[in-house]
């Protein structure tokens, strides 16, 4: 059961994410702990008499760095939705509300100019840092040059479309957005400049990486000091070989309550350094209230049954997928990569990843309840269908002897944790059994997911894993799959399997510039062009996750947010 | 260190005796009657000896009985339990219907005696096909290490000057590495870097003869320091003297005068090297840097194992008996073949 720590979407370099805002399509939140989906739950009113108390979280190792801007991990992203905010926020809410986008620290959505190219904000007056500073439109512009002094994971995928942006990436250390960011101190007013119409901006403004930080907040990766934060705590010390504490923001007074609502606990404790299996321990015990890492697999059935009533299992907006290299042998050869796809017997994956209930078979690239999926399976047992039947070992061996790879090495290269294990020896059992020479290669997590995107490091096929970033198929298909997104030779090559079709491509800007007009009809071309994508199976998807979150029994008010899960900020501890 | 009789002198007395007597047994046949004698020794022996007589009727074991292949994963597969077909892999279905736990020992050799693995694949099956690799790496390692701390104690101690110096400042370098922290690292980097090559022979990333040559590498010292200093000993006695005086070769002295009186220490060392490269090969496999899948050992069973601790336990405990058990075994026989060969060190143990 992994959770991944890293959520990277493109780590630099120019991913065409010219996009289109997405916001239906989204189901309502299914729960097999039986309970009610928690939409909208923040945006009640506030219960004065459950405030108070200390969160108490555990995970079995820290994140990193804590600043807001350089850190790209979910771990961290849950608890900045309690300490930092954006002119944009995602509504803290639970359900599908939680991709909805809503004004933080700007007063209102912003005004976009007809071209679609200015995007107009006023920022509200009387919001305090917490160092007691006002928060000015002078920390607006400088939070703008920060993401590219401190060299932001997503400087050159998100936000590279801001006037001057382009000079930024090439001289962070010079930096100058003044004509794409323009504030004026006397109005509030800021107006951010596009060199061409991003309809995902507006998603992209609601990420931590976009939080607005004092303008004296260090030009380099603050690391563990902590920056002056906007939300209801602050960070009073942070240790990563240990802890990281939060207190209340003295300076807090609720603004807007779906964008950023007072929290409950007086002070969360997040303790570092136990195993998981110890962690789980505690909050069985009422020791601690909520464990990051997923539950190990011989703890599931346990969890399931004693404590049920602390389980709170969700689906996610993501998937796991084979990434296989479309520039090397033996996957160079279509017919290779469909018979990977015809032969994985994706319930066994299901099976490994720990069950039905924790994760469901998918063929395609896009999540079920995202906007642009649509059923369709075109490898599975039998005639092509809406769903996965099966799998079609005999099809896969007779597509193997076709492509005239049969006999040839390949090396399957997972993460060494328990699932990636599991999942890459199960993996090598099947490719042997189609006709290959298959070997697993084990590597640790923190490097597998760089090594992969590699080209330089020759990797055949991979096991990983994608986890939207935000609510927009572009944020799947174009970001995993464009040409734009392969870069040869770099560890930020996120398009894994080196797959280029410059007619997909097409298509795909195509579909953005339609989204900006119609997003249902744009949501069409998205669902065909995943069709189309798989024809050419540069991938083969495995199932899409469940995320398990296991709390003590004092915690009260669990909600879970679609865009950055579990909300730490409203739990009642009392 | 045993110190076994001085070999030049002795073996021309027991020839001369056997020609004159006919009765004097020899130091090697005395010692094995010794050997014989010790209870301990002999059931520690029989003890392996049943260990390896079931690992290599794993085949056996796996085609005839259980009908299994203990190498491919199994994951929907179903097997017999009192008459019902039953999910090898079993999704929970009580509660929130979490979690998906491999079925447990059923004690029915046929179908899954001690139970399955994570992947659906018999334990017993993997154990004794497991046990096959772990005694041939053991055994394997174990032979090759005691054959080039030979070589090099006894050129290092007949030659000594610059050849000692050389030679013991290379085992210095390995020695200053825990044992442990140089067979990981020399395991990963061959594992990544595909392999080890020697001169035009290969050893490939994934063969069982990787663990083997880098367990034996990192105990030579262990084994060619105490010969070192055996053979620095026996260089002052007469014989070699004498061998010297009468215009020996080196080579020659060193292959009819010094080898054969070092033999037993290195008999003694056999064993217990065998458990130490046998522990060694688990951790390593353990780790993951040992043998690799599908192939099993011992220590890949017992990792396989660890993430099913709380449900299914036999997984890891099995494997882990086993080890102990051979390790056991093996460091009891050792201690009666030391016993045997250099009574003396007996009796330094009992006072």
Redesign the interface.
């Known amino acids: 059961m992994k959770r991944p720590n890293i959520r990277v979407a493109a780590l630099t370099g120019a991913l065409a994410v010219v996009v289109t805002a997405c916001s239906g399509g989204t189901a309502p939140e299914a729960s097999p702990s039986g309970e009610a989906p928690s939409a909208g739950a923040a945006s009640g009113e506030f219960q004065e008499q459950h405030k108070g108390g200390t969160l108490k979280l555990l995970a079995k190792s820290a994140a990193g760095s804590f600043d807001p801007k350089v850190n790209y991990t979910l771990q961290y992203w849950q608890i900045f939705q309690a300490t930092y905010d954006g002119l944009l926020a995602f509504t803290k809410a639970g359900g599908d509300a939680s991709f909805t986008v809503v004004p933080d620290l700007a007063e209102a959505l912003p005004e976009v100019s007809t071209d679609g190219k200015s995007f107009t904000f006023t920022l509200r007056k009387g919001v305090k840092f917490s160092d007691g500073k006002e928060v000015t439109v002078d920390d607006v512009y400088a939070s703008f040059v920060r993401i590219f002094k401190v060299s932001s994971p997503t400087a050159g995928s998100f936000y590279n479309g801001i006037v001057g942006a382009e000079a930024c990436l090439a001289k962070p250390d010079t930096c100058d957005l003044s004509k794409g960011v323009v504030v004026d101190g006397a109005t509030n007013e800021i107006v951010i400049n596009l060199v061409a119409p991003d309809p995902e901006l507006q998603f992209k403004l609601a990420v931590p990486h976009a939080a607005i930080n004092p303008a004296t907040a260090p030009t380099e990766d603050a690391g563990t000091t902590p920056i002056p934060t906007t939300g209801p705590y602050m960070v009073a010390s942070y240790d990563p070989n240990r802890a990281l504490k939060l207190v209340r923001n003295p300076n807090f007074t609720e603004w807007s309550r779906p964008a950023q609502p007072q929290g409950y606990p007086d002070a969360i404790d997040y303790s570092f350094g136990q195993t998981v299996e110890a962690n789980i321990t505690q909050v069985q015990n009422d020791q601690a209230d909520w464990v990051f890492d997923p539950p190990p697999a011989d703890r599931l059935n346990e969890i399931g049954t004693k404590y049920a009533d602390q389980a709170h299992v969700n689906p996610l907006t993501a998937f796991w997928y084979l990434a296989m290299n479309t520039n090397l042998a033996p996957f160079d050869n279509v017919k290779a990569r469909q018979a990977v796809n015809i032969a994985v017997d994706r319930s066994a994956a299901v099976k490994l990843y720990g069950g039905e209930q924790l994760a469901q078979p998918v063929c395609t690239i896009l999540p079920p309840n995202f906007p642009g999926h649509d059923p369709d399976c075109q490898y599975t047992a039998g005639a092509p269908s809406k769903t996965w039947t099966g799998p079609d070992l005999e099809k896969a061996k007779q597509l193997v002897q076709e492509s005239g790879t049969a006999g040839q090495a390949v090396g399957i290269v997972v993460s060494d944790d328990e699932v990636n294990a599991a999942l890459g020896e199960y993996l090598q059992s099947v490719l042997t059994s189609i006709g290959y020479k298959a070997t697993v290669k084990p590597l640790s997590g923190n490097i597998q997911f760089t090594y992969i995107q590699n080209s330089n490091n020759k990797a055949q096929i991979s096991l990983t894993s994608w986890y939207q970033d935000y609510p927009a198929a572009s944020d799947f298909l174009n970001v995993l799959l464009s040409c734009t997104s392969f870069r040869p030779g770099s560890d930020s090559s996120i398009n894994i399997s080196g797959f280029c079709d410059k007619g997909l491509d097409t298509k795909m800007q195509a579909a953005l510039t339609l989204g900006q007009t119609d997003q249902a009809a744009a949501d069409v071309q998205w669902a065909a062009l995943d069709k189309e994508f798989m024809a050419q199976a540069p991938l083969a998807p495995l199932f899409t996750p469940k995320l398990i979150d296991f709390t003590s029994s004092r915690v009260g008010n669990y909600q879970f947010s679609k865009q950055f899960y579990m909300l730490v900020s409203q739990l009642w501890v009392q | 260190m045993v110190t076994a009789p001085v070999a030049g002198s002795v073996q021309s007395l027991d020839r001369a005796d056997g020609r004159r007597s006919g009765a004097s047994p020899g130091p090697w046949r005395t010692s094995l009657g010794q050997l014989a004698r010790n209870r301990g020794a002999m059931l520690a022996l029989l003890l392996f000896l049943l260990v390896l007589v079931a690992c290599l009727a794993a085949p056996l074991y796996a085609d005839r009985v259980a009908g299994t292949d203990p190498?491919?994963?199994n994951?929907?597969g179903t097997t017999v339990v009192d008459g019902r077909e039953v999910p090898v892999?079993e999704?929970?279905s009580?509660?929130?219907?979490?979690?998906?736990?491999p079925i447990g020992p059923t004690w029915d050799p046929s179908h899954y005696l001690l139970g399955a693995d994570?992947?659906g694949r018999d334990v017993m099956a993997r154990l004794l096909y497991g046990g096959r690799n772990s005694l041939l790496i053991g055994l394997s390692a174990a032979m090759l290490c005691c054959l080039l701390a030979t070589v090099i104690g006894v050129l290092a101690g007949y030659f000594g000057g610059v050849v000692d110096a050389v030679l013991s400042r290379v085992l210095d370098v390995v020695w200053a590495f825990p044992v442990y922290l140089l067979a990981i690292s020399l395991s990963v980097v061959l594992l990544t870097s595909g392999g080890a090559a020697i001169g035009p022979v290969r050893v490939e990333?994934?063969s069982l003869w990787l663990p083997v040559l880098i367990i034996a590498v990192i105990y030579v010292p262990y084994v060619a320091r105490p010969l070192r200093g055996q053979v620095l000993a026996l260089k002052e006695k007469e014989f070699i003297a004498a061998a010297v005086g009468v215009g020996a070769s080196d080579l020659s002295i060193m292959r009819r005068d010094v080898l054969p009186n070092v033999l037993p220490t290195v008999v003694v060392f056999l064993p217990l090297m065998t458990a130490l490269a046998m522990l060694t090969e688990s951790a390593l496999s353990f780790l993951?840097v040992g043998v690799?899948?599908?192939q099993a050992s011992w220590g890949t069973i017992i990792n396989d194992g660890?993430?099913?601790?709380?449900?299914?336990p036999a997984v890891t405990i099995a494997p882990g008996l086993a080890i102990a058990l051979t390790a056991a075994a093996l460091n009891v026989f050792g201690d009666g073949v030391r016993d045997a060969l250099d009574p003396r060190a007996r009796l330094r143990g009992a006072g």
């Open positions: 190498f491919t994963s994951v929907n892999l999704a929970s009580t509660g929130l219907g979490l979690g998906v736990t994570n992947q990333a994934g993951s690799q899948p599908p660890l993430g099913l601790l709380y449900t299914r």
